[in-house]
């Protein structure tokens, strides 16, 4: 006879099909199909016996906000959302060596000398390995405990015993496996019967619980799709290799905002908060390159300042290049076809490269102004102003569209040594011309109905450049040619 609810489940996404086949329907993916036997009932109850009864509360009632545990970094706290709650799961991924152990050591150890029970719990390192982290980041006397181990049902038992630990790291989810699943550790069974056995022992005891996850080749987090519906807070850990500074980005968050990013630094003394990073991202700039702009955007309630820069050669190839780095490529495809369609920017012959600097990712359409002031800056050869910052979104019909947060980025700029700002028509209005207020910003600003204006000023000023012609026979210093006004042009 054989055995029953044996199924083969997607290692990607975690969809079950009765009999082995070469691709996933659900995801698409190749020879991500496992033989795995099914859950056998995790909870209490057994099939037979009856449920037990729960009292049903109404709707109505005192609401009172859910009591927090702040970690002691304030960049994990603002992401979270004010710090930890009790009985909250959260999930962290990022790529490996990016900082996620390095980072709860850090959260751990504070915790443990504000006089809260912290407990490390690593499956994949020893107990010797994770000491000689702590000793290098001048960590080695904060009274965390710290155990290696794997099953699930001991951790629960040992945790269960004295006084319930206010904060839980487990390092990491995949390594985890339960006896009440019948699979290898790292499947997408075990995960899920590892991560729904934890949640349940959270929400009974209080204990915050920090679970950390793997990240596949493409950046998506390893392992089933419902884990992260399970937990309350999806935590993601981003950042360059080739760079020191990391981000923090809640994408979900069931007791905070999702907008809210928190910024560190990587050191040899492990990561460094930075409370202003708009001051770190543009201390290394080229002033007076051509194809450079600063962007005033806006990370959640936080403004943040960033460098945008831009390069536009000619071609060798049959199809000229588009290289983003740091930026949607279809927002960088649409200010190209606005510009060749309303400001008379002929970009065909040209290979354009963009980039954000710092590693920093910016996804939201205020970038539109920077990114099309930085390709005519290059094209033209026309250095920008180093004490002008941009932000605004370009619609198809070249018109200059008004966002959101105007006064916070106008302050934000003024405070950083900016005298200039160059933002939409429609915000003139905001905030008493974007001095917040209080008319002590001081900042000159710059508004703009259309894109071709802009385009105008900037290649009036631009200079011719030596031996370098395009493919298409237009001269690379050539100034761009306005091919009418635009709908939104202002006069």
Same mark, same amino acid.
């Given at each position: ?7 083969? #489940?997607? =290692? ?8 082995? =086949? ?8 190749? %020879?991500? @199909? ?7 009932? /995790? ?22 906000? /859910? !009591?927090?545990?702040?970690? *002691? ?14 009985? &909250? #799961? ?57 155990? +290696? ?23 990491? #989810? ?24 934890? #949640?349940?022992?959270? $929400?009974? &005891? ?26 309350? +807070? ?7 290799? &080739? ?22 630094? @990587?050191? *040899? ?7 202003? !990073? ?19 955007? @806006? ?34 495809? @649409? ?19 963009? %980039?954000? +600097? ?33 932000? *605004? ?41 974007? $001095? ?34 395009? %493919?298409?026979?237009? %001269? +690379? ?15």
């Amino acid at each position: 006879m054989s055995r029953r609810g044996l199924s083969f #489940i997607c =290692q990607n996404c975690g969809a079950a099909a009765s009999r082995w =086949q070469g691709k996933c329907e659900a995801c698409g993916e190749w %020879n991500t @199909m496992v033989e795995e036997g099914a859950d056998r009932p /995790a909870g209490p109850g057994r099939k037979g016996q009856k449920g037990r009864l729960f009292k049903l509360e109404p709707l109505t009632g005192e609401a009172k906000d /859910a !009591p927090r545990l702040a970690s *002691g970094l304030a960049e994990l706290d603002r992401v979270t959302g004010g710090g930890f709650v009790r009985g &909250s #799961i959260l999930l962290m991924a990022g790529d490996p060596g990016i900082g996620k152990s390095t980072l709860l050591i850090q959260a751990t150890a504070a915790l443990a000398r504000a006089g809260h029970r912290a407990v490390y719990i690593s499956g994949e390192e020893a107990a010797a390995q994770v000491r000689l982290r702590a000793e290098r980041l001048g960590l080695s006397d904060a009274p965390v405990e710290l155990a +290696a181990e794997t099953s699930v049902e001991d951790i629960i038992a040992t945790l269960s015993e004295g006084k319930v630990p206010r904060l839980i790291v487990i390092d990491s #989810i995949q390594t985890m496996w339960t006896d009440l699943v019948d699979s290898a550790p790292g499947t997408v069974s075990q995960v899920r019967g590892a991560a729904q056995a934890l #949640i349940r022992f959270a $929400k009974r &005891s209080g204990a915050a619980i920090i679970l950390v996850g793997h990240v596949t080749k493409d950046g998506q987090i390893a392992g089933p799709r419902v884990v992260e519906h399970m937990v309350d +807070a999806v935590l993601s850990f981003e950042g360059e290799g &080739s760079h020191q500074f990391r981000i923090l980005r809640a994408v979900k968050n069931r007791f905070g905002p999702t907008d809210e990013i928190g910024v560190f630094e @990587m050191t *040899g003394a492990g990561l460094r908060e930075v409370s202003n !990073p708009s001051e770190l991202f543009l201390s290394e700039r080229d002033l007076g390159s051509p194809g450079t702009a600063v962007f005033a955007g @806006m990370e959640g309630t936080r403004p943040l300042l960033v460098e945008i820069q831009a390069l536009v050669a000619p071609t060798s190839l049959g199809t000229p290049r588009r290289a983003v780095v740091g930026w949607d490529p279809s927002r960088l495809s @649409m200010v190209i076809a606005v510009l060749e369609a309303h400001c008379g920017v002929k970009l065909g012959g040209y290979d354009v490269y963009l %980039n954000v +600097a710092g590693g920093m990712r910016i996804n939201e359409p205020a970038a539109d102004l920077a990114a099309a002031a930085a390709l005519v800056s290059s094209l033209a050869n026309s250095p920008l102003p180093a004490d002008a910052v941009y932000f *605004g979104e370009v619609s198809l019909s070249g018109a200059i569209r008004p966002v959101s947060h105007t006064p916070s980025r106008l302050k934000e700029s003024a405070k950083l040594g900016f005298a200039r700002a160059v933002l939409p028509e429609a915000a003139r209005g905001d905030a008493n011309d974007g $001095k917040g207020g209080d008319g002590k910003s001081g900042l000159a600003t710059t508004h703009v109905g259309g894109l071709t204006s802009l385009v105008a000023e900037i290649a009036a000023l631009g200079k011719p450049r030596q031996n370098a012609s395009p %493919n298409n026979g237009h %001269n +690379a210093g050539q100034k761009p040619t306005q091919g009418g006004k635009s709908r939104g042009q202002d006069g």
